[in-house]
Nanobody
């Protein structure tokens, strides 16, 4: 069974930095796409950044230039470097993985989330 375990969240002051990590395990199949989502209180979960197995990335407009997603395919890890953090970045951050097990067959997996709070 696939497990995604996030770490690295915490409390940081505005303008500060955090690095989130997500460790994936439990399958021999390909983590085709991995991403970070976030959900703030009273809001819907939204995509923050994603990265395909080949390295192509995408970012929400609100984090472009401040956040960087990366992955280590050998270790099945995905990271989110967050710089110049703002109070509006406060949310629970979730790791997501799209696992391909065959042509046309994919499964979605989610981590349990890690809290990021940006406050002075």
């Amino acid at each position: 069974q696939v497990q995604l375990v996030e770490s690295g969240g915490g409390l940081v002051q505005p303008g500060g930095s955090l690095r989130l990590s997500c460790a994936a395990s439990g399958t021999i199949f390909t983590y085709y796409y991995m991403a970070w989502y976030r959900q703030a209180p009273g809001k819907q979960r939204e995509s923050v950044a994603g990265i395909f197995i080949g390295g192509t990335t995408n970012y929400a407009d609100s984090v472009k230039g401040r956040f960087t997603i990366s992955r280590d395919n050998a270790k099945n890890m995905v990271y989110l470097q967050m710089n110049s953090l703002k109070p509006e970045d406060t949310a629970v951050y979730y790791c997501y993985a799209d696992v391909r097990v065959g042509p046309g067959t994919k499964y979605d997996y989610w981590g349990q989330g890690t809290q990021v709070t940006v406050s002075s």
